[in-house]
């Protein structure tokens, strides 16, 4: 039996949580801004976007950095990032240089291997492991559907097929488990923006459960996740981040939390529902929608919404020809016209199609239009989601580079100090991306 000092993590301990199973608690006093705790990924795996802006070893984002000689597609700051990668890349060199172009497991069969390669390396518990191991992650696999059963035999296939040499495999019972627990308990690295960086695996902060009210906020440092208080915690009190995007109303976001994660949530603000009313607000008009016309028109943003999501990144999609990132323009004003009859400008799904256009635009490098949805957007978001919202902070950032862009220094200035002082309390004031976001103010 492990001991009890194994079960507890500076202030904090794990503890079995009410009606949620295993969580993590405060055993002291943390204030805003204070980091609780930070843990390195047990594996990561940057996405391929971002190969040669980022380190494939730590995820710094650099200029010149060096490629693997094989493959010529991994890119390190050093010698030594190159070397204390080498266990993990040597999995994807050999193949990607066998398969070219046709190389293209997804990043979740990327990370697997990657997992699967640290097992047998490194079996015994690792600095990731301190309150709860890999191999302890919940699979939640009685409850997938035939789909999600098929996506995950998809990439079992991909796996066997993209990585041989360097991986032993266990059965196939076994790897659909595998599976199963990295879709629950995975992370996605996000830098300032909150643009997509990779994919990887953080145990310890996988033991903290959901809340739309959460008292923490998870950020990264290259590979390591920080975990900060957003609220004041208390003694006792349980430790709650977000798994999801707070902006939607309380049916969106359960219905999230049950397909991702296989439960709903009971916390205050899933049980009031009070800021449902202003996030699905409604055009005052002298003669108002009926509520079956509202009712439709949520319906007609969901699905519209839904498309969005499985599109994942349009970039990617977008990268090949000019017409496709035209059409989704489109799409996303012909959205807005239709729902702009129904709902005000702040209502949450008119909030999300301006944020698809806003990304449309900056892809395109419109900075005009990307600065018009932007300035549409950064009010509405400051009341929706909570405060030291990283959403908030990366709107903030967006416009004031924007700003910067266009000659306008003054309400540049003005947008990326209230980005930092959002970032101070969820990043901490020693992250680089603020100083990186100050030394933007001085050379401006």
């Not at 391929?48 to 710094?60: L, M, P, T």
């Not at 992370?187 to 903290?208: C, K, N, R, W």
């Not at 400051?382 to 416009?399: D, E, F, G, Q, T």
Request: aromatic fraction near 10%; glycine fraction near 6%; hydrophobic fraction near 35%.
């Amino acid at each position: 039996m492990r001991s009890e000092a194994a079960e507890q993590l500076g202030g904090l301990e794990k503890f079995a949580s009410p009606g949620k199973g295993r969580g993590l608690r405060a055993r002291r006093r943390f204030g805003v801004g204070e980091l609780l705790f930070s843990c390195p990924a047990y594996a990561a795996v940057l996405t391929v976007s971002e190969r040669g802006s980022h380190c494939d070893g730590c995820f710094a984002r650099k200029e010149g950095l060096s490629k693997c000689g094989r493959c010529k597609q991994a890119f390190y700051c050093n010698v030594e990032c190159q070397k204390e990668d080498w266990p993990m890349h040597k999995l994807e060199c050999a193949s990607m240089c066998a398969f070219g172009q046709n190389w293209q497991p997804s990043e979740t069969v990327r990370l697997t291997a990657r997992i699967l390669a640290k097992q047998k390396i490194h079996p015994e518990r690792t600095e990731s492991e301190k309150l709860l191991a890999v191999k302890e992650f919940e699979s939640h696999l009685d409850k997938l559907d035939n789909e999600k059963r098929e996506l995950i035999q998809n990439d079992i296939a991909a796996l066997h097929h993209f990585y041989s040499k360097h991986l032993d495999y266990p059965d196939n019972a076994a790897l659909v488990v595998l599976f199963a627990q990295v879709n629950c308990n995975g992370f996605t690295i996000e830098d300032e923006e909150l643009s997509h960086l990779g994919s990887a695996i953080f145990p310890d902060v996988a033991l903290m459960n959901h809340s739309c009210c959460p008292n923490v906020i998870v950020t990264y440092k290259g590979t390591l996740a920080e975990v900060r208080a957003v609220k004041e915690i208390e003694p006792g009190e349980e430790i709650f981040s977000s798994y999801i995007d707070l902006l939607y109303p309380t049916e969106d976001r359960n219905d999230r939390l049950r397909d991702s994660y296989f439960f709903s949530c009971d916390c205050r603000e899933c049980v009031t529902k009070e800021k449902d009313k202003e996030k699905l607000e409604i055009c005052k008009l002298n003669d108002p929608p009926s509520a079956e016309t509202v009712k439709g028109m949520i319906q007609y943003a969901r699905n519209v919404i839904e498309e969005f999501r499985r599109a994942k990144h349009y970039k990617y999609i977008l990268c090949l020809t000019l017409t496709p990132l035209v059409e989704l323009l489109e799409i996303c004003e012909l959205s807005l016209d239709k729902m702009g009859a129904v709902f005000e400008d702040s209502n949450v799904y008119m909030l999300h199609m301006m944020y698809q256009a806003m990304g449309v635009c900056l892809y395109e490098q419109d900075w005009e239009g990307a600065l018009r949805y932007g300035q549409k957007i950064i009010r509405p978001y400051s009341k929706h989601y909570p405060s030291y919202s990283l959403n908030v902070a990366s709107m903030w950032l967006k416009l004031g580079r924007l700003y910067m862009a266009l000659k306008n220094r003054t309400a540049g200035v003005k947008a990326l100090k209230r980005a930092i002082a959002i970032m101070e309390v969820a990043h901490g004031k020693d992250h680089p991306y603020i100083s990186e976001i100050k030394k933007e103010l001085e050379d401006h």
